[in-house]
């Protein structure tokens, strides 16, 4: 049954953000049931078009944009900028606030029963709809991710620490179960691509060739890897117990500046993963006080436990020859 308030917790959210969260929990919590749904509910991951950055777009892409933007509307949303959508739709010409949002992340997952997500970013509204949102990450006023996932959360940040709620699937409120997230610095975890190794710079491979060598090699621990191919579930597992995720940039054809998308994908992220004392670079440097190009632009994506992210900037402090020595004495994948 739908409860009257979405949220049980209010400590943490700004009063004047109260209604754009309740927006986003509603739909949220529309989405998770349309999600366990499955099939039931019609072909949700099937192909319906192709988006501004020419991904294919899902039923399930189409459909999350459509009820985030009808219910944002009451919500002082000015400006809206979508994932599915190519320019800035106003949505309120009296709101205060221009929100981003990839509102379904990890579409691939859809028909696969694997976790998928909404991102979303908030600043205040300019004027101007693109320079509401081609600014410097660390403007933002609010960020953070749904996870549908075997349980449906919600993290966010406003500046002050990450929070972590938990929608009961019964009343379909998110609870607030953790005040104060942190991220730990213990994980042996990394994620990557690592179809992609032939692609990558020599840095990237030396750091993941290092992590592969085990006890054997420089780093003396065995550590384990995941790929989801879901943002919003590898920012969760590492929010839960740590790691290091890349999304590098690499040698393929429109990958010059790896895959994620700034403005909706990674600048939320970082700001979440900041907040719970974890750090977010493009490789080398802070995600944060950069701003994006264009609306749809890319950046490479390093994101996790600070002793591992500053790391992988190492690898690409050291001199040329240094790497290549590395490289070549530790290429573990050379074909
Ligand atoms: O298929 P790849 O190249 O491993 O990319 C996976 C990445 O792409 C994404 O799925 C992109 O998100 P969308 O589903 O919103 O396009 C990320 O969630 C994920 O990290
Ligand atoms: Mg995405
Ligand atoms: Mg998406």
Not at 34 to 49: N, S
């Amino acid at each position: 049954m739908q409860n009257e308030t979405p949220i049980r917790d209010l400590a943490h959210i700004p009063a004047r953000l109260r209604p754009i969260m309740a927006a986003l929990c509603e739909v949220g919590a529309e989405l998770s049931h349309t999600i366990q749904r499955g099939p039931l509910g019609g072909a949700l991951g099937a192909e319906v078009g192709v988006n501004t950055d020419g991904d294919g777009q899902k039923a399930l892409d189409v459909m999350a944009d459509e009820a985030f933007g009808a219910r944002l509307r009451s919500a002082s949303v000015r400006w809206y900028a979508s994932e599915e959508q190519e320019e800035v739709v106003e949505l309120d010409p009296e709101g205060a606030f221009a929100l981003a949002i990839d509102p379904l992340d990890g579409s691939s997952n859809i028909d696969v029963n694997v976790s998928i997500g909404t991102i979303f970013s908030i600043y205040e509204a300019k004027d101007e709809a693109n320079a509401s949102f081609l600014r410097p990450a660390q403007e933002q006023i609010g960020a953070g991710y749904i996870i549908y996932g075997p349980q449906t959360m919600l993290a966010t940040t406003f500046g002050k620490g990450t929070q972590l709620y938990l929608m009961d699937p019964d009343s379909r409120q998110f609870v607030l179960v953790n005040p104060a997230v942190k991220v730990s610095q213990s994980s042996q975890e990394f994620a990557i691509n690592a179809s992609n190794y032939r692609h990558w710079s020599k840095p990237v491979r030396a750091y993941i060739d290092d992590c592969i060598a085990g006890e054997e090699g420089p780093r003396a621990s065995n550590f384990n890897m995941r790929w989801v191919a879901s943002l919003v579930a590898e920012t969760h597992r590492i929010l839960s117990r740590g790691g290091v995720f890349l999304y590098p940039a690499d040698a393929r054809k429109g990958y010059e500046h790896g895959r994620l998308r700034m403005v909706y994908e990674c600048a939320p992220i970082a700001f979440v993963i900041e907040q719970a004392g974890g750090l977010a670079t493009d490789a080398q440097d802070p995600i944060l006080p950069q701003s994006a190009r264009e609306l749809h632009a890319r950046t490479p994506f390093v994101f996790g436990s600070p002793d591992k992210v500053s790391r992988v900037a190492a690898y690409y402090d050291l001199p040329e020859q240094e790497v290549s020595a590395l490289f070549g004495k530790r290429g573990l994948f050379r074909a």
